[in-house]
């Protein structure tokens, strides 16, 4: 009776240890999460210092990270109120960006990928970009078109925004972002 006990513990605990591995790797990108309102980002994912679990991250996703000297990403999956985000409502993000020489701003699905559209446009760039009069963003994520900084999405029901910014002069040292101001996420209307 004691080897059919020790085996069971022994497939148990693999079991778990690899499940819970498994989890980490698929449905975290690491351990150095940094949040700023809805947004968040891993600075070091694209560095030398990048934990175990962002490696592991991004050789499964065969992404390319950026760099911290290049730039930071910050992911929403929520709004400014943690309402997961639903691309069959209308999503609009406002406020300043914080000081970058370029940005792009990209609605994903929940997986990561460009969700395709006639319009043609997953997104907008700084340069691209309609700014408000005093310099902020102003741009709607919605399934029906918009004027102004329209991004159509599908009417997906999990979708994602990518902000990238480039050659920002952010400091990790405390491994947060109190001081970066980053554009709210308000979902405002949902069928």
Known sequence: MRPLSLAVCLTAAAALGLGGTWLTVTSSRGMDLVRAGAWEGWPRSGTTQADPYARAFI?????????????????ARQDSAGKPLDGRCVIRITGRLPQARLWTLTLMDGKGQPI????????????ELLYTDNGNINVVLSPEA????????GAQPHVQVALRLYDAPFSF???AVEDAVLPRVTTERCP
């Open 146 to 153: 918009r004027s102004g900084n329209w991004v159509p999405t």
């Open 173 to 175: 040292a405390s491994g």
């Open 59 to 75: 050789a499964r996703s065969g992404e390319l990270p950026l760099e911290l000297a290049d730039g930071l990403l910050f992911l």
């Open 116 to 127: 395709p559209n006639e319009a043609r446009r997953t997104g907008f760039t700084s340069a």
